[in-house]
């Protein structure tokens, strides 16, 4: 068993959300940062900087990282296919082309974190419902579906983004694109915080048989798994899950596609190891990710999605060329 | 002891096999033959309670299968089949103990001794404990199919189903496999196992199920399902028998 590797890789979690404390448009030192953080109900600038501004965006980016990281796990689980991240079940692009449109309208931005939910939501249920059969999904249909119907919101935002009026509504909807966390509080996560709970609960369930599944639909089935409830539990969990990683930060490529790799690697693909691995190593990285974003350029800000793809792609790359080279 | 009233199984709502009624002992061993696409393999898997049958009955130890929940079924009846559907870098260990499934709840994590106990006990009798510790995908077809049936083993079901155990083997770990099934049939264990050569399962089932023209044939001790006439019929090609000590065979007639 690799599960004392999982200790590690929490410490190199908490690093990141150290570093990322650390760093912002205002320099702060580490000790006055440490202060802050002893005493939560202080006022003054500093305390408002870290306990108003950094610390929700080290919070959102852990959740978000984590969400979509087992999200991915899940999936790719289940479907036995390396290349599938949790934005297949069409969340990402429904809320996507929802808040596009809703940008357009005007409608007020502090509503949007919630009108990308209930899209992608929608959308995953639509996706779903295109993938079923029988009393089960078909692999083949949820993914044919997921594509097409994530191909036709992604044109409605392109459509959105050609009619776009004014500039800044443009630059509204490419931030949800380019994933941001400019601007969330605590107040978005307590918002999203019931829905990560109640789809980590549903990974909890799927966990045990998701380890059955990664010898086949048939051998599960005969060593006494429900597949048709086990791939149920498995999409609503990464809808979930995947919505309220949009609705907290927009769109971030990558993560669901590239982490479960990685833990994978670390601590094996039992599912009882492999998700909470997931867990800690996409909010690791989502978090380390958000601190370069935020300080690079400061004061403005990178999307977080462009700068994981920066960084990790090639990253990833080296470590899996490299690996099979040595292997 | 299993129990086929009626039976007829099929793909979707076109059926393959028509009206099976038969009663498998327990103990006993029953090879299952046929032609290609007869429905050999839809028969075992609606015996193992993952394919409904389009109509009729099929009992375990007098329980409608249906009736049981998805657990109470795999701790009854382990199916090993041998398509391959896998992408995770597993260790022949890890898939041998994915068959100790039904005998944990969800929530518990650990292999416990008796799970150590079916597992080692299950590479033993395929001779491959000393590979357990080898990545699956490195393993030859031959050797993929001797740790499925390792899987179905560590299950430790009263009943054992087998969709061609012997397909990809080497003659030698071919005859080993059926003598390990002969062997769990003398201890108890019911085993029916689809098979393509009829001299094997001549040689090791007690009887013979011979599907073939949307109908079971026969199912009865090899003396007399390997009849000729009864063969050409399923399979469509004449066969010439031979009696031999150890009882009857047949072979293929050659036209030169």
């Known amino acids: 068993m690799k599960v004392w590797r999982l200790p590690a890789i929490l410490a190199l979690t908490l690093l990141a959300c150290a570093a990322s404390l650390l760093a912002g448009g205002s320099a702060i030192a580490p000790a006055v940062i440490m202060r802050a953080l002893m ?7 500093v305390a408002t900087i870290v306990w108003q501004l950094r610390m929700p965006r080290v919070a959102i980016s852990a959740v978000v990282g984590g969400a979509l ?9 289940m479907l036995r296919n390396p290349l599938v991240d ?12 929802a808040i596009a449109l809703a940008v357009i309208a005007g409608v007020a931005a502090p509503l949007l974190p919630a009108l990308g939910f209930v899209a992608g939501l929608g959308t995953a249920v639509l996706v779903a419902a295109l993938a079923r059969r029988g009393s089960g999904v078909d692999s083949n249909r949820l993914i044919l579906a997921g594509i097409s119907i994530s191909a036709l919101f992604s044109a409605v935002v392109t ?72 791939q149920w539990l498995i999409l609503a969990s990464t809808s979930l899950l995947a919505a309220a990683s949009v609705a907290l930060a927009g769109m971030v490529g990558f993560v669901g596609l590239i982490v479960p ?43 977080i999605g462009v700068l994981l793809a920066f960084i ?15 292997g | ?116 106990a079916a597992i080692e006990h299950a590479l033993r009798a395929v001779h491959f404990e000393a590979e357990a510790e080898r990545l699956f995908s490195t393993l030859s077809s031959g050797e993929r199919q001797r740790v499925w049936i390792a899987m179905g083993l560590a299950q430790a079901t009263p009943v054992l189903l087998l969709d061609e155990p012997t397909s990809h083997l080497d003659v030698r770990v071919a005859h080993e496999i059926l003598a390990l099934l002969r062997n769990l049939a003398r201890e108890g264990r019911t085993i029916v196992c689809v ?24 199912c009865d001790v090899a003396d007399r399902v390997l009849a000729p006439e009864l063969i050409e019929r399923a399979y469509g090609i004449a066969v010439t028998r031979v009696e031999t000590p150890q009882g009857p065979r047949v072979f293929a007639a050659v036209r030169a």
């Open chain 1, 159 to 230: 459509f959105a983004l050609v009619r776009s009026i004014s500039i800044d509504a443009a630059q509204a909807i490419l931030a949800w694109l380019g994933g941001s966390m400019a601007g969330r509080g605590w107040g978005d996560l307590v918002f999203a915080t019931p829905y990560l709970l109640a789809g980590i609960a549903l990974a909890a369930l799927a966990a045990s048989p998701l380890d059955a599944l990664r010898v086949g639909d048939v051998r599960a089935r005969t060593v006494g798994v429900d597949v048709d409830r086990a």
């Open chain 1, 86 to 97: 949790p934005y297949l079940t069409g969340v990402s692009a429904g809320a996507a082309a």
């Open chain 1, 261 to 303: 790799h990685v833990a994978r690697r670390i601590v094996g693909s039992s599912a009882r190891l492999l998700l909470p691995a997931c867990a800690l190593c996409g909010a690791a990285l989502c978090t380390f990710a958000d601190a370069i974003a935020r300080s690079i350029a400061a004061p403005s800000e990178l999307p």
């Open chain 1, 69 to 77: 990281a087992i999200g991915g796990a899940l999936l790719q689980g």
């Open chain 2, 1 to 116: 002891m299993i129990a086929l009233e009626q039976v007829t199984i099929g793909i979707g709502a076109r059926p393959l096999v028509r009206e099976i009624d038969a009663e498998i002992r327990a103990g006993e061993f029953v090879a299952v033959l046929g032609p290609n696409g007869v429905g050999k393999t839809t028969l075992l898997r609606a015996m193992c309670g993952i394919r409904p049958v389009i109509s009729g009955h099929i009992a375990l130890d007098g329980t409608p299968l249906r009736n049981l929940s998805p657990t109470a079924r795999a701790r009854a009846i382990a199916f090993v089949t041998s398509d391959d559907s896998m992408i995770e870098t597993l260790r022949v260990r890890d898939v041998v103990a994915i068959g100790r499934f039904p005998h944990h709840p969800w929530w518990e994590w650990n292999a416990n001794a008796q799970d150590d």
């Open chain 1, 312 to 326: 990790g792609v090639p990253a990833f790359l080296y470590l899996y060329l490299h690996q099979e080279r040595v």
């Open chain 2, 195 to 218: 098979l393509h050569d009829l001299n094997d399962a001549a040689a090791y089932a007690d009887r013979l199920m011979l599907l073939g023209c949307e109908r079971m044939l026969a």
């Open chain 1, 39 to 45: 005493h939560p109900h202080a006022s003054g600038d």
